[in-house]
């Protein structure tokens, strides 16, 4: 398992390539839905640089979601999705997720995680200021991401396991099974769209679970 991990981050740290060093432009109102930036300052040759990591979710001009690390500023670093990017005592993660991004932190030498911090502007540090100011109203909205996530996941499993069900080897061995729930057309794209708008709001908050953010996308 450990060589299958390092031979990954070795895979992952190949991707990112020297960049043209072009400015970091500023984060504007309408960058929300398309534009994450995340920063954090560490101290190089003994003064605090600036790292700031851009993901574009629309992709480049090819379509490629790709994530950038400017420092200073400038930018460095370019890879494709997910990323490793080498930094002065250990590295930076970035990875995406269906509704949004999935992490992004610092990883030391010595194994402390950190996370990076969104842009005040952005969707994320708009998220993270509703938090800090509100924090029970966030709790709340949190909360009621998960249920919705749930429902949905409920939902969509119980009318799956129908049709697979009657497949005839595994209707011989098990049965079949009829969903005791059948929902209304409306209350299966309210639900849709719940689950969707709640995947972006952990999204926000860099939260992610497999089963639940997962299950979001399909």
């Not at 697979?164 to 057309?185: H, N």
């Amino acid at each position: 398992m450990t060589v299958l991990a390092g031979w990954n981050d070795r895979r992952l740290a190949r991707r990112a390539r020297p960049a043209d060093g072009r400015p970091l432009r500023p984060f504007r109102w309408w960058h929300l839905l398309r534009r994450s930036l995340l920063s954090t300052t560490l101290e190089v040759e003994g003064r605090p640089v600036v790292h700031t990591v851009e993901v574009r979710h629309g992709g480049d001009s090819d379509g490629v979601v790709r994530a950038g690390l400017y420092v200073d500023g400038e930018l460095r670093l370019q890879s494709r999705l997910p990323a490793r990017f080498p930094v002065e005592g250990g590295h930076i993660e970035v990875r995406r997720g269906p509704a949004g991004l999935r992490t992004c932190r610092l990883v030391t030498l010595d194994g402390e995680v950190r996370s990076l911090q969104p842009d005040p502007a952005s969707a994320e540090g708009r998220r993270l200021r509703l938090a800090r100011r509100h924090p029970r109203a966030s709790a709340l909205v949190g909360a009621f991401s998960v249920l919705l996530l749930t429902a949905g996941l409920v939902v969509g499993a119980l009318q799956a396991a129908e049709p697979v069900s009657q497949i005839p080897p595994i209707a011989s061995t098990l049965g079949t099974f009829e969903s005791p729930w059948r929902p209304p057309v409306w209350l299966n794209l309210a639900l849709g769209l719940g689950a969707a708008l709640a995947a972006v709001e952990r999204a926000l908050r860099l939260k992610y679970h497999w089963l639940l953010d997962g299950g979001a996308a399909t």
